[in-house]
C-alpha cells in the first residue's frame, strides 16, 4: 500500500521561507512523477508543482514560480518543496500526490497525502 506522508508546515512571516516534505512508503517511489497541491479555506485544490521520476522535468503554476522549487530524492523516497518569499496568498493546506505528469496537472492523482497546513502572515 502506497502512503504519503507531508511535513513542514507551520506559521511564517511574509517574505519567508519553509521547506515541506513528502514521505512515500510502499511502492517504487522512483518510477513516478510526484505533485504538490494546495487548497485555502472555502476554496478548490489546486495544482503547485509536478516533477518527473528522474527529477530532471518540472512544471509550477505561474503564482510560485521563481519562489518555488520542487526536488526529489529517489534514494531517500522523499520529495520537497522549497517556499520562498512566501506571501499571505500562500497560506493554505499542502498536499503531495503521485500520479502522471499530464493526470497530475489536471489535479487528478493516484495517491494523496493528509496535508500539511502553511500560513503565511503579513
Known amino acids: 500500500q502506497v502512503q504519503l506522508v507531508e511535513s513542514g508546515g507551520g506559521l511564517v512571516q511574509a517574505g519567508g521561507s519553509l521547506r515541506l516534505s513528502c514521505a512515500v512508503s510502499?511502492?517504487?517511489?522512483?518510477?513516478?512523477?510526484m505533485g504538490w497541491f494546495r487548497q485555502a479555506p472555502g476554496k478548490d485544490r489546486d495544482f503547485v508543482a509536478s516533477?518527473?521520476?528522474?527529477?530532471?522535468?518540472?512544471e509550477y503554476a505561474d503564482s510560485v514560480k521563481g519562489r518555488f522549487t520542487i526536488s526529489r530524492d529517489n534514494r531517500r523516497n522523499t520529495m520537497y518543496l522549497q517556499m520562498n518569499s512566501l506571501k499571505p496568498e500562500d497560506t493554505a493546506v499542502y498536499f503531495c500526490?503521485?500520479?502522471?505528469?499530464?493526470?497530475?496537472?489536471?489535479?487528478?492523482?493516484?495517491?494523496w497525502g493528509q496535508g500539511t497546513q502553511v500560513t503565511v502572515s503579513s
Open positions: 500526490a503521485r500520479g502522471s505528469l499530464s493526470r497530475l496537472r489536471l489535479g487528478a492523482a493516484e495517491f
Open positions: 516533477i518527473g521520476w528522474s527529477g530532471t522535468i518540472t
Open positions: 510502499g511502492g517504487t517511489f522512483s518510477s513516478y512523477p
